[in-house]
T-cell receptor, first 112, second 114 residues
Framework: SQQGEEDPQALSIQEGENATMNCSYKTSINNLQWYRQNSGRGLVHLILIRSNEREKHSGRLRVTLDTSKKSSSLLITASRAADTASYFCAKNSGAGSYQLTFGKGTKLSVIP | DAGVIQSPRHEVTEMGQEVTLRCKPISGHDYLFWYRQTMMRGLELLIYFNNNVPIDDSGMPEDRFSAKMPNASFSTLKIQPSEPRDSAVYFC????????????FGPGTRLTVT
């Protein structure tokens, strides 16, 4: 079954606004990662947050993790047209495994 | 450094034909993953290798699918015979032990089976 389900499925915002995407999962995790996929391209790793972390920042990205609610959020601040892409969360359960389980993603459109 | 390389980028074939997808991981990476992406099912892990050895192939949909990694710099995913429902984008990704858990993805192969 799919882990790491994102919502919303699609999000349309104006350039300069903030974009927030959410991800929920069902079982325990070792870490949770966010990836970006531009149309017709492969996925690109954005940020990783470990299960013992609550918040991480990378440039205009901010990721939070709430293990009690089994949820994570990705915030993109001051969005740009170039941020238009699909965003996926991916769960790693650890225990010696490096497998990632992806959700179906949030399609973000940033309107110039 | 070159990223993960996949070929072909696009493949159109008729039902019943054999299809072979190819992947070259990033040099020095010892894990290789094959994924399939469709609108309906999203991104699914098919199989992954560590040091050229298949570790988990539980995601391979059926016996028509097979994957090999004869050496550290090359892997193939073969579908024989192909069916229209195999139409999807197939991605290869790699990672290196000792680095972060992140995976590096190739550009994908878009397969269309008519």
């Amino acid at each position: 079954s799919q882990q790491g389900e994102e919502d919303p499925q699609a999000l349309s915002i104006q350039e300069g606004e903030n974009a927030t995407m959410n991800c929920s999962y069902k079982t325990s995790i070792n870490n949770l990662q966010w990836y970006r996929q531009n149309s017709g391209r492969g996925l690109v790793h954005l940020i990783l947050i470990r299960s013992n972390e609550r918040e991480k920042h990378s440039g205009r990205l901010r990721v939070t993790l709430d293990t009690s609610k089994k949820s994570s959020s990705l915030l993109i601040t001051a969005s740009r047209a170039a941020d238009t892409a699909s965003y996926f969360c991916a769960k790693n359960s650890g225990a010696g495994s490096y497998q990632l389980t992806f959700g179906k993603g949030t399609k973000l459109s940033v309107i110039p | 450094d070159a990223g993960v390389i996949q070929s072909p980028r696009h493949e159109v074939t008729e039902m019943g034909q054999e299809v072979t997808l190819r992947c070259k991981p990033i040099s020095g990476h010892d894990y290789l993953f094959w994924y399939r992406q469709t609108m309906m099912r999203g991104l699914e892990l098919l199989i992954y290798f560590n040091n050229n050895v298949p570790i988990d192939d539980s995601g391979m949909p059926e016996d028509r699918f097979s994957a090999k990694m004869p050496n550290a710099s090359f892997s193939t995913l073969k579908i024989q015979p192909s069916e229209p429902r195999d139409s999807a984008v197939y991605f290869c990704a790699s990672r290196k032990t000792g680095q972060s858990y992140e995976q590096y993805f190739g550009p994908g192969t878009r397969l269309t089976v008519t």
